[in-house]
C-alpha cells in the first residue's frame, strides 16, 4: 500500500527517493553524521516511550506525556513511533521523502 502512495507523490514532484542516507544528506545539506545522530536520537525516544508511554515530561496530543523533546516542547508531544530505525542503519536505507510546504487549504460548500 505505501509503495503506491510513494509512486503516486513522487509522480507529482512532491517526493524524491534517496538510494541512501548519505544522498539524503548531501541533498538537505547535512553530514551523514549528523543525520545518523538525529535519527539515533529519535530511535532512543521511541524505546523511552515504548518502556513508558505517560512518564515522558512534555505534553502529547492528543493527551497523555511525550518524551519526545522537539515535538513537545510545542504542546504537541508524539506519542507514536512506527517504523523507527537504529543511527545507524541511516546510511544504508533507502529513503522517500516528501517535501512539505505550508498551505491554505481553500474548500468551497
Known amino acids: 500500500e505505501i509503495h503506491w502512495h510513494c509512486e503516486h ?3 507529482r514532484g512532491v517526493m ?3 538510494d541512501s542516507g548519505a544522498d539524503l544528506a548531501k ?3 547535512c553530514s551523514l553524521k549528523k543525520l545518523e545522530d538525529v535519527v539515533e536520537a529519535h530511535y532512543q525516544v521511541s524505546l ?3 518502556a513508558d508511554p505517560e512518564g515522558g ?3 502529547a496530543y492528543p493527551n497523555g506525556k511525550s518524551w519526545d523533546e522537539p ?3 510545542t504542546g504537541v508531544g508524539k506519542k507514536f513511533f512506527h517504523n523507527c530505525i537504529k543511527g545507524s ?3 544504508k536505507e533507502v529513503w522517500h521523502v516528501a517535501i512539505v510546504t505550508p498551505v491554505i487549504h481553500y474548500c468551497m460548500g
Open 9 to 11: 507523490y513522487k509522480g
Open 16 to 18: 524524491r527517493k534517496f
Open 27 to 29: 541533498e538537505i545539506g
Open 48 to 50: 523511552k516511550q515504548e
Open 57 to 59: 515530561p512534555f505534553p
Open 71 to 73: 515535538s513537545g516542547k
Open 89 to 91: 542503519d541511516v546510511a
